[in-house]
Nanobody
Framework: VQLQASGGGLVQTGGSLRLSCRAS????????VTWHRQTPGNQRELVAD?????NYTNSVKGRFTITRDAAENTVYLQMNSLKPEDTAVYYC???????????WGQGTLVTVSS
């Protein structure tokens, strides 16, 4: 099983990025897929999840959107109106719930400049 996260980069405040989490070895539509982020010295934070519906941490509501593409076996995180405090390494994961992660992808770095 492999989750491949991609799409990170450097963007200015107010800009947008779309992160992708492509899976091999599992069918993502059968799992709850989560996006997390982590900054140095801090715990990993759950940002968004998608199962039967989608949920977001308060700080990204209205700016981030998580979606699935079943045909591509990929989950996306569209990030708009980015802020410097969104700077982090973003990880995707899949499991039976947000607290039951089975698989982690590698991180992708998002840097938002002020």
């Amino acid at each position: 099983v492999q989750l491949q996260a991609s799409g990170g980069g450097l963007v200015q405040t107010g800009g947008s990025l779309r992160l992708s989490c492509r899976a091999s070895g599992i069918t993502l539509r059968n799992y709850v897929v989560t996006w997390h982020r982590q900054t140095p010295g801090n715990q990993r934070e759950l940002v968004a999840d998608i199962g039967g519906n989608s949920n977001y941490t308060n700080s990204v509501k209205g700016r981030f959107t998580i979606t699935r593409d079943a045909a591509e076996n990929t989950v996306y995180l569209q990030m708009n109106s980015l802020k410097p405090e969104d700077t982090a390494v973003y990880y995707c994961a899949a499991g039976r719930g947000t607290q039951a992660t089975l698989y982690w992808g590698q991180g992708t770095l998002v840097t938002v400049s002020s």
